[in-house]
């Protein structure tokens, strides 16, 4: 028996060799030296002393509705890193026991060179056995084989994500279990992929391929600083700079064994390498050859991680490198090499994806992340018929995955024309999606490898969403998530790409509008191109969308746009992340404070932005806003500290995502470009909201929005209710008996029943992550519910750009008619269209055009005196059926994790709605969806409408006459 004292966990341990020998060695290691084991069958490491040596730290606490919530750090693990030189398949048992008895252990095995991280948590059920904090040994065994690993920053009471590891540890531990949520289906997708083999045929290398694979690999040297940025950074590093840190990492490579510092910054490195390959294209020196080379040993020595948000531009150096690596014998090991990182045999997928034996589609993370480095991977191969091969299958990926639709909540594009991430929509996902793909296209572009026209005009559909969403180059507060800011931007260069690779002038004439507002932008040499080219900015555009999968929905005329956003049980309000904890306990760049009602209707007035001005939407939010009164939303004005969000610890994950109970929330959209919106809301239990009940819904009409609410109830005697009609800030807002108008040029008639309350008022608040106080002139626009009301009602006619005087001439009384307000239906009649918003079925219909619903749904009828339109659809997603799983057995509110959801990847359930119309029908049109007449006579017809995804069916009817 040989020991060594060493530090672990900050105290001084002493690590004892049962058979083979211990020594200090720098032949491999990561900071200064590392542990030696030379090791046969049988041997054993052992280090004795308690395991779990302090308490689980207090991160944070907080108190909700009165109670003390604490939120403690990550349950412990042992975390380590180990060294394998060779791939030999030999297993360690690590081991942890009390007094001789063994508790825990799980298996390694050493099926990999390099550098791996061992991060095992001891609760979780990742080890075999059952914990024990009373634990006082760790043991190593070798089972089989003999050789020599190394060791080093071992911790044995370290805290650990539990849901962060199972990609990195399943491929060397045995029988290491699916985790129960979260990295389950993400975990079996990414080790299931690495299967993958080429299914296609291949084909004769000829002169056209040469072509072809030229021109992409000199476009994508035209793009390449761009494809390589991460998401909204800008800029590489310069040469000097990337020799610098190349000779901070001291790499040394000598009789096939390569040594260096630790590459704690890999997108860093990759940056280094990639500078320090551009500097060799362009001046072919020697020097720096070997020193991308030597970096690229290290990478692969320390098994670091370059795929996803790290070390793009790799890939791109090598690309740089090409001729060089085959003039030195390198090249395909450099190929295999990509390939294993980029995860590349995902493109080898065919039929279905990962263990979704229904659905092909792809990870946003993975198609704005990965997807350029893959298509390197391509080129980087020499010339050869499975080169080719290779490409036909990143072709059918792009077309049949990357522009696939995403069942459920999972990550990926939705029918919609909208993407999720993190099981819900954020904008900056979907965008890195998008401009990775344009770019990705635009390389493919005017060659034999483009992709078709059908997935072309998917992702026309998918850009087209996107410019309805975005206000320029600025995010609208409706759709956002991370933060409300007005100066908030994004990418728009996709456009861009996209209107060259897909020759579409209107996805052209889209960007040269977005650009317009960003002086950044404005610098783009697609811009100047484009306005010499004659394309002149979308200036008028009409248009309504329902964002089904976002629980928001957009309505455009002329250079406006009305954005609405709502929650619903399976769209959570916002994704809220905790601040940073420690000494200087910064504000988090994910967390937001003051969200909650936000999506309770609030109801956005979006103006095209001036050059750099920021989303052009009025509520100068750092000035005194006050969060309870979103315009649109109906809300109880509760203390602004009762609602301060609070993201605890739920099932490992320390974040919010709110879901309401309620399923009813969506939209229809008519083929005239307008349309319906409802929400059904449920308060949370978490901020003492469980009492409060609304319905709201929203009718779109050219220029105006009929606002309705009905069912508005709550408990809470001491505090009024409201639904906000605007929150100016400033003065210039007016009323007249029921009429108002807001400083920015809209009107508000409010329909007489209703209490009113308008005034102006300096308004003390809090900026958007509590950190400082705001103040402000305001004045408020509000219909006043009352103390703890019961089945309350509003309703209040909307009108974008008027005058005070163009209100008062509305006819409103002859346009517009509200027949039913109830918890039944909300049925209005505006002009030529009636709108129904049923929330049950209904079998006792006095109604011109409707007798009877066999459920829930919304309903547009519109004739012009010579056609009869009719829409129809379900808004419920229908993931799941039932009650919320939110419930425990005593009906209280359980909070949990999005991801611990077992239906965030069920694909929507279709619904069967029979309606019968009080018309006899001889023939109908079927504009898109679906229909079937299921009977007619004595002037009725009963039709059959198969609803999913909360898209709109639409027929024209033909009636008998």
């Given amino acids: 028996m040989n020991s060594l004292n060493l530090e672990i966990d900050g105290q001084e341990r002493k690590l004892c060799a049962w058979g083979g020998n211990i020594s200090l060695t720098r032949r491999h290691y990561l900071n200064s030296q590392s542990v030696a084991w030379d090791y046969q069958t049988g041997d054993s490491l052992e280090v004795s002393g308690q395991v779990i040596t302090r308490e689980r730290a207090v991160l944070q606490s907080a108190y909700l509705s009165g109670k003390k919530k604490t939120i403690l750090e990550y349950p412990f693990g042992i975390n380590c890193w180990i060294y394998s030189e060779n791939a030999d398949g030999n297993k360690l048992k690590f081991s942890f026991g009390k007094d001789g008895t063994e508790k825990q252990s799980f298996v390694y095995t050493l099926n990999f060179t390099g550098w791996k991280e061992i991060s095992v948590p001891y609760e979780r059920g990742y080890m075999q056995g059952q914990f024990d904090t009373t634990i006082n040994q760790f043991k190593i065994t070798a089972l089989s084989g003999s050789g020599t690993v190394f060791l080093e920053e071992i911790s044995l009471c370290k805290a650990i994500n539990p849901n962060h590891i199972y990609g990195k540890m399943a491929p060397q531990i045995e029988k290491f279990p699916l985790p129960t949520r979260r990295g389950a289906i993400a975990a079996v997708e990414q080790y299931g992929s690495v299967q993958g083999r080429p299914v296609f045929l291949t084909e004769k290398w000829k002169t056209e391929h040469v072509g072809a694979f030229a021109q992409m690999t000199e476009k994508y040297f035209e793009l390449m600083d761009e494809i390589d940025l991460p998401p909204f950074q800008r800029g590489n590093i310069p040469y000097t700079q990337a020799m610098e840190l190349f000779k901070e990492y001291d790499i040394v490579y000598q009789e096939g064994i390569v040594t260096g510092k630790r590459i704690t910054n890999t997108s860093l490195y990759a940056k280094a390498m990639k500078s320090i390959a551009a500097h060799f294209y362009e001046n072919r020196d020697a020097g720096s050859a070997d020193c991308f080379i030597l970096m690229w040993r290290h990478l692969m020595d320390q098994n670091a991680t370059i795929s996803w948000y790290h070390g793009r531009g790799v890939g791109s150096g090598m690309l740089m490198m090409k001729e060089e690596l085959a003039k030195r014998g390198l090249l395909e090991e450099a190929v295999?090499?990509?390939?294993?990182?980029?995860?590349?045999?995902?493109?080898?997928?065919?039929?279905?994806?990962?263990?979704?034996?229904?659905?092909?589609?792809?990870?946003?993370?993975?198609?704005?992340?990965?997807?350029?480095?893959?298509?390197?991977?391509?080129?980087?191969?020499?010339?050869?018929?499975?080169?080719?091969?290779?490409?036909?299958?990143?072709?059918?990926?792009?077309?049949?995955?990357?522009?696939?639709?995403?069942?459920?909540?999972?990550?990926?594009?939705?029918?919609?024309?909208?993407?999720?991430?993190?099981?819900?929509?954020?904008?900056?996902?979907?965008?890195?999606?998008?401009?990775?793909?344009?770019?990705?296209?635009?390389i493919m572009s005017g060659t034999m490898f483009m992709i078709g026209e059908e997935a072309a005009q998917r992702f026309k559909k998918i850009l087209r969403t996107?410019?309805?969403?975005?206000?320029?180059?600025?995010?609208?507060?409706?759709?956002?998530?991370?933060?409300?800011?007005?100066?908030?931007?994004?990418?728009?260069?996709?456009?861009?790409?996209?209107?060259?690779?897909?020759?579409?002038?209107?996805?052209?004439?889209?960007?040269?509008?977005?650009?317009?507002?960003?002086?950044?932008?404005?610098?783009?040499?697609?811009?100047?191109?484009?306005l010499e080219q004659g394309i002149e900015p979308v200036r008028e555009m009409t248009a309504h969308k329902t964002l089904t999968y976002a629980a928001a929905a957009f309505h455009k005329r002329k250079n406006w746009t009305m954005a609405l956003r709502g929650h619903s049980k399976y769209v959570y309000p916002m994704e809220i992340w905790p601040d940073e904890t420690g000494p200087e306990s910064r504000p988090g760049a994910r967390y937001t404070a003051f969200s909650l009602f936000r999506s309770f209707g609030f109801l956005e007035i979006l103006y095209p932005p001036v050059l750099e001005g920021g989303t052009n939407n009025g509520l100068h939010i750092e000035k005194g806003f006050d969060y309870r009164r979103w315009p649109g939303s109906t809300a109880v004005h509760v203390p602004l500290r009762s609602i301060k969000s609070v993201p605890l610890m739920v099932e490992d994950e320390w974040a919010e995502w709110l879901l309401s109970d309620q399923g009813f929330v969506g939209g229809l959209d008519g083929a005239d470009e307008n349309g319906i919106f409802v929400m059904q809301l449920h308060g949370p239990e978490k901020y003492g909201l469980e009492s409060f009940y609304a319905t709201k819904t929203y009718h779109f009409y050219e220029d105006m929005v009929l606002c309705l609410g009905s069912n508005i109830s709550n408990e809470l005697s001491a505090y009024k209710t409201e639904t906000t009609l605007f929150q100016d800030y400033g003065t210039g807002a007016e009323r007249r008996n029921n009429i108002l108008m807001d400083n920015r040029g809209n009107g508000y008639w409010v329909f007489p029943e209703y209490?009113?309350?308008?005034?102006?008022?300096?308004?003390?608040?809090?900026?958007?992550?509590?950190?400082?106080?705001?103040?402000?002139?305001?004045?408020?626009?509000?219909?006043?519910?009352?103390?703890?009301?019961?089945?309350?009602?509003?309703?209040?006619?909307?009108?974008?750009?008027t005058t005070m005087e163009e209100m008062e001439q509305l006819n409103v009384s002859e346009d517009i008619r509200i027949l039913q307000q109830d918890e039944t239906a909300h049925i209005v009649r505006i002009l030529d269209k009636t709108n129904y918003v049923f929330f049950k079925k209904c079998y006792e219909m006095t109604d011109r055009w409707i007798e009877n619903v066999s459920g829930s749904c919304i309903v547009s009828v519109s004739d012009d005196g010579e056609l009869v339109s009719l829409s129809v659809c379900d808004p419920d997603l229908r993931f799941y059926l039932g009650e919320s799983e939110d419930y425990d057995i005593n009906r209280h509110k359980q909070e949990k994790s999005v991801y611990g959801r077992f239906w965030t990847g069920q694909e929507s359930i279709s619904s069967r709605i029979w309606i019968t119309l009080n018309l006899e029908m001889n023939h109908l049109e079927i504009i898109r969806g679906n229909a079937k007449v299921i009977q007619r006579g004595d002037g009725k017809t009963i039709l059959e409408f198969i609803c999913k995804d909360g898209m709109t069916n639409e027929i024209q009817i033909y009636e008998s006459r």
């Avoid at 003390?764 to 103390?787: A, C």
């Fill in 466 to 530: 996107a410019f309805l969403i975005y206000n320029g180059v600025y995010e609208p507060f409706a759709m956002a998530q991370y933060a409300f800011d007005k100066m908030r931007d994004t990418s728009v260069v996709e456009f861009a790409h996209a209107a060259n690779a897909l020759h579409d002038k209107m996805l052209a004439q889209m960007y040269v509008t977005l650009a317009e507002c960003s002086e950044k932008e404005r610098k783009n040499p697609n811009y100047p191109k484009f």
């Fill in 755 to 801: 209490e009113i309350e308008f005034y102006t008022a300096e308004n003390r608040s809090r900026d958007i992550k509590d950190r400082e106080d705001t103040v402000g002139e305001r004045t408020f626009g509000i219909i006043s519910h009352g103390e703890a009301p019961q089945n309350a009602k509003y309703g209040y006619l909307l009108k974008i750009g």
């Fill in 336 to 442: 295999s090499y990509l390939k294993e990182a980029y995860d590349f045999s995902r493109i080898y997928a065919t039929a279905t994806q990962g263990i979704y034996t229904h659905a092909r589609f792809e990870d946003t993370d993975s198609i704005g992340m990965d997807l350029p480095s893959t298509l390197a991977c391509i080129l980087l191969m020499q010339d050869s018929p499975e080169k080719v091969q290779d490409m036909r299958h990143f072709v059918y990926y792009v077309e049949n995955f990357c522009l696939g639709i995403a069942p459920g909540l999972t990550s990926g594009y939705k029918p919609d024309g909208t993407a999720s991430h993190h099981c819900g929509y954020i904008r900056q996902y979907e965008t890195v999606a998008n401009y990775s793909l344009s770019r990705v296209l635009y």
